[in-house]
């Protein structure tokens, strides 16, 4: 019988995923389910983007370049400068959703056994992200009292080796929904300086902001150019999910 590699042994089952079945089965039977395991928006998808699909008269679905449509990367480019954010089309990489993107990025700045640092809790896919690529994930414990706020940096200071590649961050947070300021973002900043790591930054829910509160991205801060890298998807601000369409973004020409 063939045998799976250690690698897929220890790929770990998506806990996001797990309950699925048994959601499944509750409808079956009449229960009502509302499903808080995956981050589906409830609102409707821009009829612009319907109509384009429905719409489209290509002959042929041809391949693209490797980094992703020119005219979708310059509108991407557009779309973060409305954000304060400025890359340049060159600047992003286009991916089969966000869940790419960072497999991509993991990829390309860790080897086996490097770690990335990750404020705890975090979504549940970068553990399985982190195991594809063989690298280990390292929590930082961030607490309910203080709303699940950036841990103070000591903490991260702790936990850094010679085997640390990266700090990832979701922001606005998933599942804790907290936003990290621009203090912390700096703070962030400072210490990857120190130790020139990379600063990744999953950005999907950049939009989700509430009370006036605003979004600083990490790409917003100076000197961060070596450094800073965003992963972004359409999937929630436009509630394309199934689009599966997202991105990379970094000034780093290495990555």
Same mark, same amino acid.
Do not use: W
């Given at each position: 019988?063939?045998?799976?590699?250690?690698?897929?042994?220890?790929?770990?089952?998506?806990?996001?995923?797990?309950?699925?079945?048994?959601?499944?089965?509750?409808?079956?039977?009449?229960?009502?389910?509302?499903?808080?395991?995956?981050?589906?928006?409830?609102?409707?998808?821009?009829?612009?983007?319907?109509?384009?699909?429905?719409?489209?008269?290509?002959?042929?679905?041809?391949?693209?370049?490797?980094?992703?449509?020119? @005219?979708?990367?310059? %509108? =991407? +480019? &557009?779309?973060?400068? !409305?954000? $304060?954010?400025?890359?340049? *089309?060159?600047?992003?990489?286009?991916?089969?959703?966000?869940?790419?993107?960072?497999?991509?990025?993991?990829?390309?700045?860790?080897?086996?056994?490097?770690?990335?640092?990750?404020?705890?809790?975090?979504?549940?896919?970068?553990?399985?992200?982190?195991?594809?690529?063989?690298?280990?994930?390292?929590?930082?414990?961030?607490?309910?009292?203080?709303?699940?706020?950036?841990?103070?940096?000591?903490?991260?200071?702790?936990?850094?080796?010679?085997?640390?590649?990266?700090?990832?961050?979701?922001?606005?947070?998933?599942?804790?929904?907290?936003?990290?300021?621009? @203090?912390?973002?700096? %703070? =962030? +900043? &400072?210490?990857?300086? !120190?130790? $020139?790591?990379?600063?990744? *930054?999953?950005?999907?829910?950049?939009?989700?902001?509430?009370?006036?509160?605003?979004?600083?991205?990490?790409?917003?801060?100076?000197?961060?150019?070596?450094?800073?890298?965003?992963?972004?998807?359409?999937?929630?601000?436009?509630?394309?999910?199934?689009?599966?369409?997202?991105?990379?973004?970094?000034?780093?020409?290495?990555?």
């Amino acid at each position: 019988m063939p045998v799976v590699s250690q690698k897929g042994l220890s790929m770990p089952e998506s806990p996001i995923r797990k309950l699925v079945p048994y959601a499944e089965e509750a409808k079956k039977k009449g229960v009502k389910v509302i499903h808080l395991n995956i981050g589906q928006p409830d609102i409707k998808t821009p009829q612009v983007a319907l109509d384009a699909v429905k719409n489209n008269t290509l002959d042929v679905i041809a391949y693209s370049r490797t980094e992703g449509s020119e @005219e979708y990367r310059e %509108k =991407l +480019a &557009a779309y973060y400068a !409305k954000n $304060d954010i400025h890359v340049a *089309a060159q600047d992003i990489i286009v991916t089969t959703g966000g869940s790419e993107a960072l497999a991509f990025t993991m990829g390309s700045i860790a080897d086996t056994d490097d770690e990335i640092i990750i404020p705890e809790p975090f979504y549940a896919n970068y553990n399985g992200f982190a195991t594809a690529t063989g690298v280990k994930v390292v929590p930082v414990i961030s607490h309910i009292d203080s709303n699940f706020a950036l841990p103070p940096i000591e903490e991260f200071e702790k936990l850094i080796t010679p085997r640390t590649k990266a700090i990832l961050i979701c922001n606005p947070g998933n599942p804790t929904g907290y936003l990290y300021t621009r @203090e912390e973002i700096k %703070k =962030l +900043a &400072a210490i990857v300086k !120190k130790h $020139d790591l990379f600063l990744i *930054a999953d950005e999907v829910y950049r939009e989700f902001t509430y009370d006036g509160a605003e979004h600083y991205s990490i790409l917003q801060e100076e000197g961060l150019e070596e450094h800073a890298i965003i992963v972004d998807s359409v999937s929630k601000r436009y509630s394309m999910c199934g689009a599966r369409i997202g991105c990379l973004a970094t000034k780093n020409k290495s990555v």
